[in-house]
């Protein structure tokens, strides 16, 4: 799912070529993508689109006359900058918003399609689809301790929660988790206050540095290799591969969907967390440590 820096990007990249432009029409070939119905979306053709911004990872196309597309990528939804009226791919195109220099199109790479679009009136309507994060680059640390306190979750859980902070996922979670130090399964209650400090400045170190990379790779362009796994990541995605710090190897929880990478040697003190179905099916034979399982590891090559 496109988190704080990737919605950043596509934004800036939106803004550069569209704002000034009228909005010619709108394409909508996906069923379940369009979830308002009044005003109707005929109403935004033809309206100049005055700016683009964030809410969240949400992205909102300011119309003239008060109003607001506000697109929700979800997991597989991208954006894509093509020639006007360019056609829309039968199998992963969404919909398409028509200007004369150029159209931008929406695709997503899922069967399940979760992308939603939402035509509202006036900025009450707007707030509405705000899920109330906070904005961690624009708050004190005492606002942040506040915030990031006020539940008893984990870590992991915590910084991916919308409720709680703004435009973080599963991806720079681990990233931030790696930066600062912490282990994705200590819980927020439990924290020092220097744990506090240390999490409030790897949570905007790692989006300010993760934005201005973004934003150095797109240039004057538009961002067409929006991923969660990226290069040059410390350990999101990097199961097995040797974490950049200290070279051991990057371990994982997997749940569901998702799964939660992290070095235990930088931040659990080199205990290995338990992955819920491996550990169930090892039971008293999965390895309580990094160095427990480097030392199988040897055993068996």
Not at 28 to 46: F, K, T
Not at 195 to 214: F, S
Not at 229 to 252: I, N, T, Y
Request: glycine share 6%; hydrophobic share 40%; net charge neutral.
């Amino acid at each position: 799912m496109p988190e704080l820096p990737d919605v950043v990007v596509y934004v800036e990249s939106l803004d550069r070529m569209c704002a000034g432009e009228v909005l010619e029409d709108i394409r909508i070939s996906g069923p379940s993508l369009l979830r308002s119905v009044d005003p109707p979306i005929a109403e935004a053709r033809g309206k100049k689109l005055l700016s683009f911004r964030r809410l969240g990872k949400r992205i909102v196309f300011v119309l003239e006359d008060d109003l607001f597309l506000v697109l929700h990528l979800m997991i597989a939804g991208r954006l894509r900058w093509k020639k006007p009226g360019t056609k829309l791919s039968r199998k992963m195109g969404l919909a398409a918003f028509d200007t004369a220099k150029g159209s931008v199109v929406l695709t997503e790479a899922s069967t399940k399609k979760r992308a939603n679009l939402h035509l509202v009136r006036g900025e009450e309507a707007v707030a509405m689809h705000d899920p109330g994060g906070l904005e961690v680059l624009e708050c004190d640390l005492a606002a942040f301790t506040e915030r990031i306190t006020s539940r008893n979750h984990t870590l992991k859980r915590a910084l991916t929660d919308p409720t709680l902070l703004s435009g973080i996922g599963n991806a720079y979670s681990d990233e931030i988790l790696h930066r600062a130090r912490m282990s994705p399964i200590k819980l927020t209650q439990k924290l020092s206050d220097e744990e506090l400090e240390r999490l409030y400045h790897g949570i905007r170190e790692t989006l300010v540095d993760w934005t201005e990379r973004l934003r150095a790779d797109v240039g004057d362009g538009f961002p067409d290799k929006v991923t969660a796994f990226r290069e040059g990541m410390a350990v999101h995605g990097r199961h097995k591969e040797p974490c950049p710090d200290c070279g051991s190897l990057v371990q994982r929880i997997a749940h569901a969907d998702n799964e939660t990478n992290y070095c235990a040697k930088c931040q659990t003190g080199g205990r290995l967390l338990a992955d819920r179905a491996l550990s169930r099916l090892l039971k008293k034979d999965w390895p309580r440590s990094l160095e427990e399982l480097e030392t199988r590891m040897t055993r068996e090559h």
